[in-house]
């Protein structure tokens, strides 16, 4: 439009030059064309984008902004773990270093699968109806295609050493905590009253009246609470029943005990980040918030077969 | 534009392609990576063929048919032969963050 508007007075069509009214129309068809291809333009360049993004797997561009989502930091170390691999591959790692990745203690379904994604829990008012030891948390995974298969799922929680144990570990050696840490399996029997059990259960069927519900044990885990760490729950029974009987997404109940009550040094679960506490803002709770992890394989990203 | 490029280049090699998501507009969902060096391959298969051209037996056999016969068979390609993945963390339009793993997007190396 703007080619035809600087054209020279000179190199002007004289029938255009001679009738005002038939140069108007005349402009108004040249601008009707030059606008035209500009729709045709911007028509391809929308379907080249679609062609894009169907390769990437997706319908359309997501329209949000990133700045408003709080990402959690864990993806940030899954994504550096991804990158570190992909890196790797190209530069052919040995067969034998592959297996022996795949068999690592670290996340096998990270490497395995080919998508990740993260959940936080829908925050409800009911929520704070719950015992401060048991929480039941609730996960929109709605959003994962139904062409994805499933490779496992995993509950993380945080926790950190309440101020009551802070107090005691004052009086520690650091290199005795490193060790009992390391050496899970020693306990001796002083130091049971540090030990917490997680446990993550399944709702099987929702509490309607007052005790006609059924929640199944998925994982247990036992956690040390003088330390500073995240524990991680499998959780894929629930998520393979979720993704194929989507209305029986009824969430997860978890459960907080001291193994050993009596004695126990932290007799409430204010230690393990169930929920967030009065004082938490929004950066600080992003961070610690219990997160669902759910690893699939999307057959549409399937590595092709080499010639 | 391949008259005014560096693309004059005979033989078949692989040249630096820079896709920088920014540029797209994709920047308001793809949270990393900013973009990618993805390459590309340009340039000619010449008789004979070098080791170094990564050509395959059947690229040698036309190539040679190609010597004889120009007009009925055409040289070689210069293609892409090995890639590499990428990983891509996004927010997904539920704005839930989404980890995955693209297979085939960098060129690695280029053959005939």
């Known amino acids: 439009t703007s080619s035809l508007t600087e054209l020279p007075q000179g190199k002007t069509t004289p029938s255009l030059t001679r009738e005002p009214g038939t140069k108007l129309a005349k402009d108004s068809e040249d601008s009707s064309k030059g606008s035209a291809k500009l729709d045709k333009d911007a028509e391809i360049i929308k379907k080249l984008e679609e062609s894009l993004l169907n390769s990437f797997g997706l319908d359309e561009k997501p329209n949000v902004d990133k700045s408003q989502v709080k990402i959690h930091p864990y993806m940030f170390q899954l994504y550096n773990l991804k990158v570190k691999e992909n890196l790797e591959e190209a530069e052919e790692v040995s067969e034998d270093r592959r297996e022996s990745k795949a068999s690592s203690k670290f996340t096998p379904q990270a490497i395995l699968a080919n998508t990740v994604r993260s959940f936080t829990h829908i925050e409800s008012p009911e929520d704070k109806f719950h015992p401060e030891h048991k929480m039941l948390f609730r996960f929109d995974v709605s959003s994962i295609p139904a062409r994805e298969i499933l490779q496992g799922a995993e509950l993380r929680i945080n926790y950190s050493p309440p101020p009551s144990v802070e107090k005691i570990l004052e009086t520690y050696d650091k290199d005795t905590i490193s060790n009992l840490h390391v050496n899970r399996r020693k306990w001796s029997k002083n130091e049971l009253i540090y030990l917490t059990r997680i446990n993550v259960f399944d709702v099987v069927r929702p509490s309607k009246g007052s005790r006609d519900h059924v929640h199944r044990l998925i994982d247990t885990s036992v956690i040390d609470v003088r330390m500073n760490s995240t524990v991680s729950l499998d959780v894929s029974p629930s ?6 009987k989507p209305q029986t997404n009824y969430g997860f109940y978890v459960e907080v005990n001291p193994l050993k009550f009596d004695s126990s040094v932290v007799k409430d679960a204010s230690h393990v980040r169930l929920r967030r506490s009065i004082s938490q803002d929004d950066d600080a709770w992003s961070e610690k918030q219990p997160l669902l992890i759910v690893h699939t394989d999307d057959p549409k990203l399937a590595k092709r077969e080499k010639r | 534009n391949t008259k005014n490029s560096v693309f004059k280049r005979p033989h078949c090699r692989r040249y630096n392609m820079y896709v920088d998501f920014r540029k797209v507009d994709w920047d308001t969902w793809i949270v990393a990576p900013p973009g990618y060096d993805a390459f590309f391959c340009q340039g000619e298969c010449p008789y004979p063929l070098a080791k170094h051209m990564n050509a395959t037996n ?3 056999i036309q190539n040679i048919i190609h010597s004889k016969n ?10 892409p032969i090995k890639h590499s993945a990428i990983s891509m ?3 997904d339009r539920d704005k839930k963050v989404v980890l ?6 960098i060129v690695e190396s280029c053959g005939c």
Request: proline share 11%; net charge positive.
């Open chain 2, 100 to 105: 995955k793993t693209y297979q085939d997007m």
């Open chain 1, 239 to 244: 998520l393979k029943r979720w993704l194929s």
């Open chain 2, 89 to 91: 963390l996004y927010l």
């Open chain 2, 58 to 60: 059947h690229a040698v």
């Open chain 2, 70 to 79: 120009p007009a009925r068979v055409p040289a070689p390609c210069c293609v």
